[in-house]
Each structure stands twice: as C-alpha cells, then as structure tokens.
C-alpha cells in the first residue's frame, strides 16, 4: 500500500500563488507515477499535472503555463507550484499514485481557495 498525506492548500487572492506537496510512505518503490488531480464543486475530477518515474510531465491545459510539478526523491515527495491562480482554480486538489501501471492511490486531499 501506498499513504499519500498532501499539505499547502489555502485561501489566496487571485494572481497569488501556492505550493502544494504530497509525501509518499509505504510500498513507493513501484511507483511509476505522481501527479495531482482536483475537483471542483458540482464538476468531476480532473487531472492537472503529472510527472513520471522518469521524470516526464504532463499537464492539463488550463494550467500549461502556470503550474509546475516537480518531484523531490530523496524525500519521496512530489510538489506542485501554482501561479497566477484564478477563482477557477478553486478546488480540493488530492495527490495521486499510480503502482505497477494499474494501482490507483488517493491523497485525502488539500482545499485551494481563491478569491478577494
């Protein structure tokens, strides 16, 4: 099994930034990949960034641009730093990884505000 604990979410003015992290403990040995997805009230989950265990990325549209995932591994750690950030990218943001190609593990997820 795999424990995801995320921490960073907040309340931030629109054009602020955050920075999310997401600590890995358990069986990470298997990983193949990290990444954050978020959902927003009445709206399904979607993806927003992720990165492999090569290093690759890959982000959904709306934040190309603004946010950026990274990875620490020698803290089995994985982070996402969001800029410009808009009302519309309020949402609770829940940490994923995914083991073996096919095992789905969830974060309990963080809540990122936005707004005046």
């Known amino acids: 099994q795999v424990q995801l604990v995320e921490s960073g979410g907040g309340l931030v003015q629109p054009g602020g930034s955050l920075r999310l992290s997401c600590a890995a403990s358990g069986t990470i040995f298997s990983i193949d990949a990290m990444g954050w997805y978020r959902q927003a009230p009445g709206k399904q989950r979607e993806l927003v960034a992720q990165?492999?265990?090569?290093?690759?990325?890959n982000y959904a549209d709306p934040v190309k641009g603004r946010f950026t995932i990274s990875r620490d591994n020698a803290k089995n750690t994985v982070y996402l730093q969001m800029n410009s950030l808009t009302p519309e990218d309020t949402a609770v943001y829940y940490c994923?990884?995914?083991?073996?190609?096919?095992?789905?593990?969830w974060g309990k997820g963080t809540l990122v505000t936005v707004s005046l």
């Open positions: 994923h990884a995914r083991r073996l190609g096919v095992l789905n593990h």
């Open positions: 990165i492999t265990s090569g290093g690759s990325t």
